[in-house]
């Protein structure tokens, strides 16, 4: 017999299939009181895990905040080096070619630079 109300209960005139139902009743309200008790500790573990989820996130934004940071001052850092890679490049083109130098004429002897001077 299924229970669903209960009127049900007082209908049965049998003690023995009363007693059969009250049973199942009884069985029921503690499947029902275990699932509760489930629930519930599924329950608070997703607002632990809620929790844990919104401290990760902020986190995160916080992490990304700074690193948005750190790559704005890098690529502030890299124009300098490119401006200064720039100005020595175009230091090193206005150097004379010493390739197509031919001959040097030799350098001077250190004594005739700081001697006596020839009268």
Known sequence: ???ST???GEKITDRKRLETLL???DSSYE???QHRIRLQTEFQERNKVAAMLK???M???EQLRSVESRLTEYQGKLQK???VRSQLQSHL???PDLTTVTKLEPLPEPGSLFGAPDD
């Open 81 to 83: 080096v490119q401006a």
């Open 1 to 3: 017999a299924v229970v």
């Open 93 to 95: 083109n206005s150097l």
């Open 31 to 33: 499947m029902l009181s």
């Open 23 to 25: 049973k199942s009743v």
């Open 6 to 8: 209960q009127s049900t």
């Open 59 to 61: 986190h995160q934004k």
């Open 55 to 57: 401290e990760f996130v």
